[in-house]
């Protein structure tokens, strides 16, 4: 991929094992890093957000290009580019702001060139070989006929433009049926301009249409790479569009509570799919396949920025400036707080490898990649990240693309050699913290101590906050005379201050032992019957009052001791003991 004379020396820098590049990398730092310099351009007037970039083989040829639904400098001047290598290749204007875009093949027949769908508006914009080839239109919402009356009495001059505006303000505030985009423009003029705008749509007919929000795409009955994939539309009406690849014909309608923002799927349409949806309400809805309503919600503490699947979890980038890992059915694994604002996110996944990570495009100009929560590579940019795009351009496999929020381009390719390895970045939890307990099963003793503990429940938190002093006083006195002795009981790792071992026993011990008492065991909670009788008998010393069955083997090693010695035993974790 060539590079223009004019190309800015390397603006950005790349940040691995915590070292960042500078703009003129010397060959130590350069030959560490993972990524190559292709094209850098910060005067590339390109602005969009991840949604609107798409990577694809338009002409069949091999050749990949770059699809970007540009909103124009001050979002007023809305283009379709496309881009071969660093050049734009074609430039189109759109009638609305872009919302999405997306390649998809429509058909099996030969030649297999994707289709390219951009979502703007109401319609969905189809090219095939860079020529519009179809558009689709949402279909149009019923009305409200005492609006719809209105409007006909205008247009008739039955009521005068300052009786419709107060009529349809009544509507606004207690009908159902929201007003259309006529009306709400109607209601926003001031009154020397109403009778000129009732004069222009007299002709013309009041529609009630919603527009296009979110869009992605679901393979039809294959998961290959290759295969026949359908649209699917996230509307401002709530409801969520599958259409057909051929005849764009609605295959299947869906509604949620919010309206979505982002959209992930899995699966194949004819078989079985899973479809999250995350919403304006701060919720991501589960759909799965034949069902109108959601099935599972994820309820968010903050609103969602991106949305992206790894595997099988969903990860989720909230405002709050973290990254949250979630199950199908909403369980949370892990959570991961950001340096700075996340403003894009996507989805990074190098094939050859077979390594899934998530991109998130920080507001301080890093780019962040994690598996999971580990932190496996951060790149510097020199202004923030707007949208993230990774896959194959031109002819490489591992293409990283990236805007600006003033409009730069930036290309990256991955090296060949580049081995993404946990912790090459900033170091993140410490691996202790993620060690589970050994908590042994409940046994017959411990529904018998929680029974206890019940009755007894103050005496106890009385006696646990006495040990939990002494403990205090132990630890504080043992510190003194580490420090005393020089024995450096300072950690080595700023990480990890502190190390504890926790040993889980099901066995409890008595706080107190009467010597006038025959028998004691760990798991004896009462005194014996009868004081211990001495050497002189031939029994054993056995705990009658102990609610806790004795096992098979311990009786035998109490019949076993009775006979070989005229001792008193106890018996303590299946242990024979003298008294």
């Given at each position: 991929?060539?590079?223009?004379?004019?190309?800015a020396?390397?603006?950005?820098?790349?940040?691995d094992?915590?070292?960042?590049?500078?703009?003129?990398?010397?060959?130590?730092?350069?030959?560490?890093?993972k990524?190559?310099?292709?094209?850098?351009?910060?005067t590339?007037?390109?602005h969009?957000?991840?949604?609107?970039?798409?990577l694809?083989?338009?002409?069949?040829?091999?050749?990949?290009?770059?699809v970007?639904?540009?909103?124009?400098?001050?979002?007023?001047?809305?283009?379709?580019?496309?881009?071969?290598?660093?050049?734009?290749?074609?430039?189109?204007?759109?009638?609305?702001?872009?919302?999405?875009?997306?390649?998809?093949?429509?058909?099996?027949?030969?030649?297999r060139a994707?289709?390219l769908?951009?979502?703007?508006?109401?319609?969905?914009?189809?090219?095939k070989?860079?020529?519009?080839y179809f558009?689709?239109?949402?279909?149009?919402?019923?009305l409200?006929?005492?609006?719809?009356?209105?409007?006909?009495?205008a247009?008739?001059?039955?009521i005068?433009?300052?009786?419709?505006?107060?009529?349809?303000?009544?509507?606004?505030?207690?009908?159902?049926?929201?007003?259309?985009?006529?009306?709400l423009?109607?209601?926003?003029?001031?009154?020397s301009?109403?009778?000129?705008?009732?004069?222009?749509?007299?002709?013309?007919?009041?529609?009630?249409?919603?527009?296009?929000?979110?869009?992605?795409?679901l393979?039809?009955?294959?998961a290959?790479?290759?295969?026949?994939?359908?649209?699917?539309?996230?509307?401002?009406?709530?409801?969520?569009?599958?259409?057909?690849?051929?005849?764009?014909?609605?295959?299947?309608?869906?509604n949620?509570?919010?309206?979505?923002?982002?959209?992930?799927?899995?699966?194949?349409?004819?078989?079985?799919?899973?479809?999250?949806?995350?919403?304006?309400?701060?919720?991501?809805?589960?759909?799965?396949?034949?069902s109108?309503?959601?099935?599972?919600?994820?309820?968010?503490?903050?609103?969602?920025?991106?949305?992206?699947?790894?595997?099988?979890?969903?990860?989720?980038?909230?405002?709050?400036?973290s990254?949250?890992?979630?199950?199908?059915k909403?369980?949370?694994?892990?959570?991961?707080?950001?340096p700075?604002?996340?403003?894009?996110?996507?989805?990074?996944?190098?094939?050859?490898?077979?390594?899934?990570?998530?991109?998130?495009?920080?507001?301080n100009?890093?780019?962040?990649?994690?598996?999971?929560?580990?932190?496996?590579?951060?790149?510097?940019?020199?202004?923030?990240?707007?949208?993230?795009?990774?896959?194959?351009?031109?002819?490489?496999?591992?293409?990283?693309?990236?805007?600006?929020?003033?409009?730069?381009?930036?290309?990256k390719?991955?090296?060949?050699?580049?081995?993404?390895?946990e912790?090459a970045?900033?170091?993140?939890?410490?691996?202790?913290?993620?060690?589970?307990?050994?908590?042994?099963?409940?046994?017959?003793?411990?529904?018998d101590?929680?029974?206890?503990?019940?009755?007894a429940?103050?005496?106890?938190?009385?006696?646990?906050?006495t040990?939990?002093?002494?403990?205090?006083?132990?630890?504080?006195?043992a510190?003194?005379?580490?420090?005393?002795?020089?024995?450096?009981?300072?950690?080595?790792?700023?990480?990890?201050?502190?190390?504890?071992?926790?040993?889980?026993?099901?066995?409890?011990?008595?706080r107190?032992r009467?010597?006038?008492?025959?028998?004691?065991?760990?798991?004896?909670?009462?005194?014996?019957?009868?004081?211990?009788?001495?050497?002189?008998?031939?029994?054993?010393?056995?705990?009658?009052?102990?609610?806790?069955?004795?096992?098979?083997?311990?009786?035998?090693?109490?019949?076993?001791?009775?006979?070989?010695?005229?001792?008193?035993?106890?018996?303590?974790?299946?242990?024979?003991?003298?008294?």
């Amino acid at each position: 991929m060539t590079t223009p004379a004019k190309m800015a020396a390397a603006a950005s820098s790349d940040c691995d094992g915590g070292r960042a590049e500078s703009s003129a990398p010397s060959a130590g730092t350069e030959a560490s890093s993972k990524w190559l310099d292709a094209h850098d351009d910060p005067t590339a007037n390109i602005h969009t957000f991840s949604a609107c970039l798409a990577l694809a083989d338009l002409h069949g040829d091999g050749e990949y290009k770059l699809v970007v639904g540009d909103l124009g400098p001050g979002a007023r001047q809305p283009r379709l580019k496309v881009l071969k290598g660093p050049a734009v290749l074609t430039e189109s204007p759109l009638p609305a702001l872009p919302a999405a875009a997306a390649t998809f093949l429509m058909e099996q027949h030969e030649p297999r060139a994707p289709a390219l769908a951009l979502a703007s508006g109401p319609c969905v914009y189809v090219y095939k070989n860079l020529r519009p080839y179809f558009k689709f239109s949402l279909p149009p919402l019923p009305l409200n006929p005492v609006e719809q009356d209105l409007w006909s009495q205008a247009k008739e001059d039955q009521i005068d433009p300052l009786t419709l505006k107060e009529m349809l303000e009544g509507i606004r505030e207690k009908a159902e049926v929201p007003l259309s985009v006529q009306s709400l423009r109607f209601l926003q003029l001031e009154l020397s301009e109403m009778e000129a705008f009732v004069n222009q749509h007299k002709s013309k007919s009041i529609k009630r249409q919603t527009v296009i929000t979110t869009m992605t795409t679901l393979k039809k009955n294959l998961a290959d790479e290759d295969a026949v994939s359908c649209l699917v539309l996230g509307t401002e009406n709530k409801e969520l569009l599958v259409l057909d690849p051929e005849a764009f014909t609605v295959l299947a309608k869906m509604n949620l509570p919010s309206v979505p923002v982002f959209l992930e799927v899995s699966g194949q349409f004819d078989v079985e799919f899973r479809l999250a949806a995350a919403c304006r309400d701060g919720n991501i809805y589960i759909l799965r396949r034949d069902s109108k309503r959601p099935r599972y919600c994820i309820e968010l503490s903050a609103q969602p920025v991106g949305l992206v699947r790894v595997h099988k979890v969903f990860v989720v980038g909230t405002t709050q400036d973290s990254l949250n890992g979630f199950t199908h059915k909403g369980k949370r694994l892990w959570t991961v707080q950001m340096p700075a604002a996340i403003l894009t996110m996507n989805l990074l996944e190098q094939r050859s490898r077979g390594l899934q990570a998530v991109m998130a495009g920080l507001a301080n100009g890093e780019v962040r990649i994690y598996r999971d929560k580990a932190l496996l590579n951060v790149i510097r940019a020199p202004d923030a990240v707007t949208s993230l795009c990774f896959g194959r351009y031109g002819r490489e496999d591992n293409t990283l693309i990236m805007t600006t929020r003033g409009g730069g381009l930036i290309i990256k390719i991955l090296k060949r050699t580049a081995v993404f390895v946990e912790g090459a970045g900033e170091a993140g939890p410490p691996p202790a913290q993620a060690t589970k307990l050994s908590v042994p099963r409940k046994t017959r003793l411990y529904v018998d101590q929680t029974l206890r503990e019940r009755e007894a429940g103050t005496a106890m938190h009385r006696a646990f906050q006495t040990d939990l002093y002494l403990l205090r006083l132990r630890a504080a006195r043992a510190y003194v005379q580490a420090l005393e002795s020089s024995l450096s009981p300072v950690s080595a790792t700023a990480r990890e201050p502190l190390k504890l071992l926790a040993v889980v026993s099901t066995h409890r011990t008595p706080r107190q032992r009467d010597p006038s008492w025959g028998c004691w065991s760990a798991s004896c909670t009462t005194r014996c019957s009868t004081p211990c009788p001495g050497p002189s008998s031939r029994s054993p010393c056995w705990c009658q009052g102990s609610a806790i069955p004795w096992r098979p083997s311990w009786r035998a090693s109490v019949a076993r001791a009775s006979q070989t010695s005229s001792r008193c035993w106890c018996f303590e974790k299946a242990r024979a003991r003298r008294c």
